[in-house]
């Protein structure tokens, strides 16, 4: 197999993992247009000068369309439909200013840190209903073809493209929403739960409704203005670990549940158990998708190969039904390191830094060595509001004496306190980005809206971003966790010295040098920290008190 033809320079990404979706999949699958909210300016691109932004109205699919190649072939074989019948009544155009026509074939090499994780499916955006655009300022339609709502917001219609088409081929309707709505969300059975879009304003879950194929109605008990923003956020699809599911493949999906056969057995609802595997179109190859790319082959912890899913719901202006890479490969590399060599011998097509635990520090030597690795490399402002690293406690540590104490928000607060950011922006970041106590995105809507929502944004970045280590020791005596034999280090209330261990799935340079920083932080108010590595499909879920 040959590489894109309009592909002669590899491309490496320092960003985020909003960003990587845009600028892998930009002339791919796209961000839709439609609904504006108000102006936003587009993503910084390195020194690359193109067009900016996207279309905010959506585009009229043009009069003819075109195939790649390997697809034209099938054709002609008569194994599969034209492309005509293959794409929805009015495809998805692609509204990006900044995307050019590509060349149809070849293949990309990608890394990947593990082969069950969130950042794959960001790659394969295609199940989400709403789409946003201009750093989240517009929103545009996606598989909703449009929208509206009545006068305050307490009911939305939402009018689904006719035609899409699942990956192998079958009919794509609203019966496949309610069975994720109905047989999972609201089943006690399974461990879905109702995404923050589906409930109202005073927190009750909405009533949701299917007058026919292509049409979904969400009745509030009060007003929920946010739905079309929220239903725009995420990329959506496998299993739920990048924004909720929204939909399956009932037609597929259904054996596997014991509403539809009753043979499945009692554990079909488990985390990781036999629904949840096989319903993953990143892990099941027989599991269809909406995606540019449908899984062809796939390996636990060591690949994934991927092909072009021929039923794609998206074009380019020029009517070529996207996307226009035949094939994409992803190795896992579990060692940064080795990563980091292959990726400068030329090994891989794509790689985008957090998902291969690069960041600035590496960029020099990326550079430095672009001569034999054909490779460009491409600073984004990913917007996100927290950096590539964060750190989340345990809410449920098995520990009852422990567990209470991270509840206790004054306990939080006095790590938050004692934790010097700024050294860490200054060392590990090189000046750049913004002291925070980590927000959501500052580009996101309820920031913009008014001055108040400014306001809210700043309170939340600034709480307890210190450095205040006298302030920490403080709250920390007021808990009653104090040093009670003079060694130095704390003892909590019960008499159980003080430790905490941090997990973290990434052992890059920024990791390792962040939590370092931090354990010392921490050590100084008079406590013992340690972290260790733990695999990206296992963080979160284990018994650490923080992650």
Same mark, same amino acid.
């Given at each position: 197999?040959?590489?894109?033809?309009?592909?002669?320079?590899?491309?490496?990404?320092?960003?985020?993992?909003?960003?990587?979706?845009?600028?892998?999949?930009?002339?791919?699958?796209?961000?839709?247009?439609?609904?504006?909210?108000?102006?936003?300016?587009?993503?910084?691109?390195?020194?690359?000068?193109?067009?900016?932004?996207?279309?905010?109205?959506?585009?009229?699919?043009?009069?003819?369309?075109?195939?790649?190649?390997?697809?034209?072939?099938?054709?002609?074989?008569?194994?599969?439909?034209?492309?005509?019948?293959?794409?929805?009544?009015?495809?998805?155009?692609?509204?990006?200013?900044?995307?050019?026509?590509?060349?149809?074939?070849?293949?990309?090499?990608?890394?990947?840190?593990?082969?069950?994780?969130?950042?794959?499916?960001?790659?394969?955006?295609?199940?989400?209903?709403?789409?946003?655009?201009?750093?989240?300022?517009?929103?545009?339609?996606?598989?909703?073809?449009?929208?509206?709502?009545?006068?305050?917001?307490?009911?939305? &219609?939402?009018?689904?493209?006719?035609?899409?088409?699942?990956?192998?081929?079958?009919?794509?309707?609203?019966?496949?929403?309610?069975?994720?709505?109905?047989?999972?969300?609201?089943?006690?059975?399974?461990?879905?739960?109702?995404?923050?879009?589906?409930?109202?304003?005073?927190?009750?879950?909405?009533?949701?409704?299917?007058?026919?194929?292509? &049409?979904?109605?969400?009745?509030?008990?009060?007003?929920?203005?946010?739905?079309?923003?929220?239903?725009?956020?995420?990329?959506?699809?496998?299993?739920?670990?990048?924004?909720?599911?929204?939909?399956?493949?009932?037609?597929?999906?259904?054996?596997?549940?014991?509403?539809?056969?009753?043979?499945?057995?009692?554990?079909?609802?488990?985390?990781?158990?036999?629904?949840?595997?096989?319903?993953?179109?990143?892990?099941?190859?027989?599991?269809?998708?909406?995606?540019?790319?449908?899984?062809?082959?796939?390996?636990?912890?060591?690949?994934?190969?991927?092909?072009?899913?021929?039923?794609?719901?998206?074009?380019?202006?020029?009517?070529?039904?996207?996307?226009?890479?035949?094939?994409?490969?992803?190795?896992?590399?579990?060692?940064?390191?080795?990563?980091?060599?292959?990726?400068?011998?030329?090994?891989?097509?794509?790689?985008?830094?957090?998902?291969?635990?690069?960041?600035?520090?590496?960029?020099?030597?990326?550079?430095?060595?672009?001569?034999?690795?054909?490779?460009?490399?491409?600073?984004?402002?990913?917007?996100?509001?927290?950096?590539?690293?964060?750190?989340?406690?345990?809410?449920?540590?098995?520990?009852?004496?422990?567990?209470?104490?991270?509840?206790?928000?004054?306990?939080?607060?006095?790590?938050?306190?004692?934790?010097?950011?700024?050294?860490?922006?200054?060392?590990?970041?090189?000046?750049?980005?913004?002291?925070?106590?980590?927000?959501?995105?500052?580009?996101?809507?309820?920031?913009?809206?008014?001055?108040?929502?400014?306001?809210?944004?700043?309170?939340?970045?600034?709480?307890?971003?210190?450095?205040?280590?006298?302030?920490?020791?403080?709250?920390?005596?007021?808990?009653?966790?104090?040093?009670?034999?003079?060694?130095?280090?704390?003892?909590?209330?019960?008499?159980?010295?003080?430790?905490?261990?941090?997990?973290?799935?990434?052992?890059?340079?920024?990791?390792?040098? &962040?939590?370092?920083?931090?354990?010392?932080?921490?050590?100084?108010?008079?406590?013992?920290?340690?972290?260790?590595?733990?695999?990206?499909?296992h963080s979160g879920h284990g018994g650490s008190p923080v992650t």
């Amino acid at each position: 197999m040959k590489h894109p033809t309009d592909s002669s320079r590899r491309t490496f990404l320092v960003g985020s993992a909003m960003t990587a979706a845009v600028a892998l999949l930009g002339g791919c699958a796209g961000d839709g247009g439609g609904g504006a909210k108000q102006a936003g300016g587009p993503p910084a691109g390195g020194k690359v000068k193109t067009p900016v932004g996207s279309e905010t109205k959506a585009l009229t699919p043009p009069a003819k369309f075109r195939e790649a190649p390997m697809l034209t072939k099938l054709v002609e074989a008569g194994t599969l439909p034209p492309v005509e019948k293959r794409l929805p009544t009015k495809p998805y155009v692609v509204p990006h200013r900044w995307v050019k026509t590509g060349n149809y074939g070849g293949w990309l090499r990608m890394s990947t840190p593990d082969t069950a994780n969130g950042q794959i499916r960001q790659y394969m955006y295609g199940h989400s209903p709403l789409r946003w655009l201009n750093d989240g300022m517009d929103i545009g339609p996606g598989l909703v073809e449009s929208w509206e709502s009545n006068d305050d917001a307490s009911q939305w &219609t939402l009018h689904f493209r006719e035609g899409l088409r699942w990956s192998d081929g079958k009919t794509w309707t609203t019966a496949d929403i309610m069975f994720w709505w109905e047989d999972l969300v609201l089943n006690e059975a399974h461990s879905a739960v109702p995404p923050d879009e589906m409930r109202s304003g005073k927190g009750t879950l909405a009533k949701v409704t299917a007058p026919d194929d292509f &049409t979904l109605v969400l009745d509030y008990d009060a007003p929920a203005p946010l739905t079309a923003d929220r239903l725009a956020m995420w990329v959506k699809g496998g299993n739920g670990d990048n924004g909720p599911i929204w939909m399956l493949p009932k037609h597929f999906a259904q054996q596997f549940h014991p509403k539809y056969n009753p043979k499945v057995g009692e554990n079909w609802a488990t985390a990781g158990g036999p629904f949840e595997l096989n319903t993953d179109f990143a892990r099941n190859p027989r599991c269809p998708t909406m995606t540019g790319w449908r899984l062809s082959a796939y390996r636990e912890g060591q690949f994934l190969q991927w092909e072009r899913n021929p039923y794609y719901w998206c074009v380019d202006r020029e009517g070529g039904q996207l996307p226009y890479v035949d094939r994409l490969v992803m190795n896992a590399v579990k060692d940064p390191e080795v990563g980091k060599l292959q990726l400068q011998q030329g090994k891989f097509d794509y790689v985008h830094g957090p998902y291969a635990s690069l960041s600035l520090a590496d960029v020099s030597g990326l550079k430095s060595t672009s001569a034999r690795s054909g490779m460009n490399v491409y600073l984004w402002d990913g917007g996100d509001g927290t950096g590539p690293t964060g750190f989340f406690f345990n809410y449920d540590y098995k520990d009852p004496a422990m567990r209470a104490l991270i509840r206790e928000p004054r306990f939080r607060q006095a790590l938050s306190l004692a934790f010097n950011r700024a050294e860490v922006q200054k060392s590990v970041h090189f000046g750049t980005g913004e002291l925070t106590t980590g927000t959501m995105s500052p580009k996101a809507i309820e920031y913009h809206v008014n001055a108040e929502g400014r306001k809210v944004y700043q309170q939340w970045r600034d709480s307890f971003v210190g450095p205040d280590p006298e302030q920490a020791k403080k709250l920390l005596d007021e808990l009653g966790v104090v040093d009670k034999d003079g060694d130095g280090k704390r003892e909590r209330p019960d008499g159980t010295k003080l430790a905490i261990l941090t997990h973290a799935a990434d052992a890059g340079q920024v990791t390792q040098q &962040t939590n370092n920083l931090m354990r010392r932080d921490w050590e100084a108010i008079g406590w013992t920290s340690g972290w260790t590595r733990s695999r990206r499909s296992h963080s979160g879920h284990g018994g650490s008190p923080v992650t």
